[in-house]
């Protein structure tokens, strides 16, 4: 059983910056092999939102309108670590930030679908 652990959620007042890391433990390697991972967000009353995107191999990145930019995502591949460094952090910012793994190669990296592992989030909350 492959599990994700999100950390480094917090409040902050609008302007400053805060470090999400998402590790992922369990069964790696020969049984679990990962293809990218991903931050999704979801904020009271909406629906959960793609945010970043990084392919594992190529460490190519993919960012959302809102928060390119502002936000970098970045990962250790020998660890299974991944980092959403989000800066000028914004009220509208405030949500659960959830990161994904995607196990099987999917191309969806923007989707919910594309992803079969989920942690269980992180409260960033945002002052004005």
């Known amino acids: 059983q492959v599990q994700l652990v999100e950390s480094g959620g917090g409040l902050v007042q609008a302007g400053g910056s805060l470090r999400l890391s998402c590790a992922a433990s369990?069964?790696?390697?020969?049984?679990?092999?990962?293809?990218?991972m991903g931050w999704f967000r979801q904020a009271p009353g909406k629906e959960r939102e793609f945010v970043a995107a990084?392919?594992?191999?190529?460490?190519?990145?993919y960012y959302a309108e809102s928060v390119r930019g502002r936000f970098t995502i970045s990962r250790d591949n020998t660890k299974n670590t991944m980092n959403l460094q989000m800066n000028s952090l914004k009220p509208d910012d405030t949500a659960n930030y959830y990161c994904?793994?995607?196990?099987?190669?999917?191309?969806?990296?923007?989707?919910?679908?594309?992803?079969?592992?989920w942690g269980q989030g992180t409260q960033v909350t945002v002052s004005s």
């Open positions: 994904a793994a995607d196990q099987r190669g999917s191309s969806r990296y923007s989707l919910e679908s594309g992803y079969g592992y």
């Open positions: 990084i392919r594992w191999h190529t460490a190519s990145e």
């Open positions: 369990g069964r790696t390697s020969s049984t679990f092999r990962i293809y990218g």
